[in-house]
């Protein structure tokens, strides 16, 4: 049985020209591993747009309804980083989805990955960091729900803090989050997950990994997830223009076959979004984000 896949047809939302947020990156990346062999067509699943009940369970109402209908304020809009749009909203709302139906397709097969996902940002009255609504904790909540599982983890290893789904989480132990991220980065201001792992400017390939070698294992055993949520976000890469750490191409992928084979060989599902990268080079952007699916392929 092949890796199950999560695209996202309609994830391109037009934006201004010359503005640098990186939206094509999501085709892209269908476009890299169909053409590099690493997945075929029949490996895709299309999410379809949640219901706004789902993603008032962590947002509130407000917020949603001023969103989607784009009465947002300025302020408020400004703090996204993102231009208001239809399309945008569309996107938006589909991307809950794929997140929603990664962690469905993990639950049944093991592994998934998404080719979008990680808006860890998104707080429940107001989005920040190019985050909007957060997927990762919406799709923990309709899991919950749903009665597909309980316990879930979060491993956040984007350069980023998840600061909105710390916040969501602070008082939930049903949701154990957990964030190892660049220390002296975005927020300013950082929220308090269940375990936070601050990193110094600079960090490259063995002292990462050996770092998250000591956390993980010792995680798994205490935790004990139904379902684990694995943002891997590759704005940990030493190109990377908003990110302040220093792995290369090799660390990403090492990264990912230690994350994907510790949890699996354990025994817990994983449900994976790309998360975050921001790079000038497009085509080298977009082959990071496709080492999360190399290993996970591999590991599959």
């Avoid at 009465?71 to 809950?96: E, H, N």
């Avoid at 923990?140 to 979060?154: D, F, N, P, S």
Wanted: proline share 7%; charged share 15%.
């Amino acid at each position: 049985m092949d890796l199950p896949l999560v695209y996202h047809p309609n994830y391109v939302a037009p934006l201004p020209p010359g503005h640098r947020f990186p939206m094509p990156k999501f085709r892209l990346l269908y476009e890299q591993l169909l053409a590099d062999g690493v997945a075929h067509p029949g490996q895709f699943h299309t999410p379809e747009l949640p219901p706004l009940e789902w993603i008032e369970l962590v947002h509130m109402p407000e917020y949603v309804r001023d969103y989607c209908e784009g009465t947002l304020d300025a302020r408020a809009q400004r703090r996204i980083g993102l231009p208001w749009s239809p399309a945008l909203v569309q996107r938006t709302c589909i991307a809950v989805g794929g997140t929603i139906l990664t962690a469905q397709l993990a639950l049944e097969h093991g592994l998934a990955c998404n080719t979008a996902g990680g808006t860890h940002h998104a707080f429940p009255t107001y989005g920040s960091g190019f985050c909007i609504f957060n997927d990762l904790a919406i799709a923990a909540r309709v899991i919950q729900k749903l009665g597909l599982a309980q316990q879930i983890l979060i491993v956040d290893l984007d350069v980023h803090q998840g600061d909105g789904t710390a916040f969501i989480f602070q008082d939930d132990p049903s949701v154990f989050t957990f964030s190892m991220h660049c220390e002296i980065n975005f927020p300013g201001t950082k929220q308090t997950s269940d375990l936070d792992v601050p990193l110094p400017e600079g960090m490259e390939d063995d002292a990462y990994l050996q770092t998250l070698a000591a956390y993980l294992p010792d995680l798994l055993s205490q935790v004990h997830p139904d379902l684990i949520l694995y943002d891997a976000g590759v704005d940990t890469h030493l190109g990377d223009r908003l990110g302040k750490l220093a792995l290369t191409d090799t660390g990403l992928y090492r990264r990912e076959m230690q994350v994907l084979s510790t949890c699996i060989a354990a025994g817990y599902p994983v449900a994976c979004v790309i998360g975050g990268g921001y790079a000038d080079d497009l085509n080298a952007l977009v082959y990071r984000h496709s080492l999360l699916h190399r290993a996970a392929s591999n590991v599959y």
